[in-house]
């Protein structure tokens, strides 16, 4: 059963992360994931997740929640994970399955993916936010992705990767501009809808493109 914790928590800057073992009351001998997502409220483009398993008490110069780390730094940063990193898993779930599912459940399945994908597979997982229905034991962490290491390089590696799916996608259906605002609702991703309308890479079941005509 999912629980979550950390709401009492202060935020941990660079370096200065929680051991989740001795916060969580987790065994040391456990092997733990981090899981995070990004993409959940864009209007175009897949929700990305990433699960990441770090060595115990591994430090990353420069990690800490994706949001707050520069573009070009963010990359670096990424990199320094893919290297120090015991497993790493990314998985996508395209806008035709979250018009399907719904944004939530479209989000949960692209965790489970990720978890599935990770060599060696981990006994827990702890998730960025709210309590989370995983495949193995997990735990939702509040503010995780600034409390956690794991789930830090989890929210890097997952926003690393979508971004540069958006500029791929930025490419295919030019006018969009989505690789400058990675398919956010931004003005001017606003105004390209009432110009062009919605592309295939847009999610129809959210009321900014269900509402303008269709490709």
Same mark, same amino acid.
């Given at each position: 059963?999912?629980?979550?914790?950390?709401?009492?928590?202060?935020?941990? /800057?660079?370096?200065?992360?929680?051991?989740?073992?001795?916060?969580? !009351?987790?065994?040391?001998?456990?092997?733990?994931?981090?899981?995070?997502?990004?993409?959940?409220?864009?209007?175009?483009?897949?929700?990305?997740?990433?699960?990441?398993?770090?060595?115990?008490?591994?430090?990353?110069?420069?990690?800490?929640?994706? @949001?707050?780390?520069?573009? @070009?730094?963010?990359? !670096?940063?990424?990199?320094?994970?893919?290297?120090?990193?015991?497993?790493?898993?990314?998985?996508?779930?395209?806008?035709?399955?979250?018009?399907?599912?719904?944004?939530?459940?479209?989000?949960? !399945?692209?965790?489970?993916?990720?978890?599935?994908?990770?060599?060696?597979?981990?006994?827990?997982?702890?998730?960025?936010?709210?309590?989370?229905?995983? /495949?193995?034991?997990?735990?939702?962490?509040?503010?995780?992705?600034?409390?956690?290491?794991?789930?830090?390089?989890?929210?890097?590696?997952?926003?690393?990767?979508?971004?540069?799916?958006?500029?791929?996608?930025?490419?295919?259906?030019?006018?969009?501009?989505?690789?400058?605002?990675?398919?956010?609702?931004?003005?001017?991703?606003?105004?390209?809808?009432?110009?062009?309308?919605?592309?295939?890479?847009?999610?129809?079941?959210?009321?900014?493109?269900? !509402?303008?005509?269709?490709?």
């Amino acid at each position: 059963m999912p629980r979550a914790a950390g709401a009492d928590r202060t935020p941990a /800057s660079c370096g200065a992360f929680l051991d989740p073992c001795e916060e969580f !009351q987790i065994d040391p001998a456990c092997l733990i994931a981090g899981i995070d997502e990004v993409g959940r409220g864009a209007l175009a483009g897949p929700v990305t997740a990433a699960a990441v398993v770090l060595p115990h008490g591994v430090e990353i110069p420069g990690l800490a929640d994706s @949001k707050t780390i520069p573009p @070009k730094r963010r990359e !670096q940063v990424a990199a320094a994970i893919r290297t120090a990193a015991v497993a790493i898993s990314i998985a996508h779930m395209e806008p035709a399955t979250i018009d399907s599912l719904g944004i939530a459940e479209a989000t949960r !399945q692209a965790m489970l993916r990720a978890l599935a994908g990770l060599r060696p597979a981990p006994d827990i997982a702890l998730v960025d936010g709210l309590p989370v229905d995983l /495949s193995i034991e997990s735990r939702g962490i509040v503010k995780g992705d600034s409390l956690v290491a794991a789930i830090a390089a989890a929210s890097v590696v997952a926003k690393v990767e979508r971004d540069r799916l958006m500029a791929t996608l930025d490419e295919a259906h030019p006018g969009y501009g989505f690789a400058v605002h990675k398919g956010y609702g931004t003005p001017e991703h606003l105004d390209a809808l009432e110009r062009l309308g919605p592309c295939a890479a847009h999610r129809l079941s959210f009321a900014p493109c269900s !509402q303008r005509r269709l490709f």
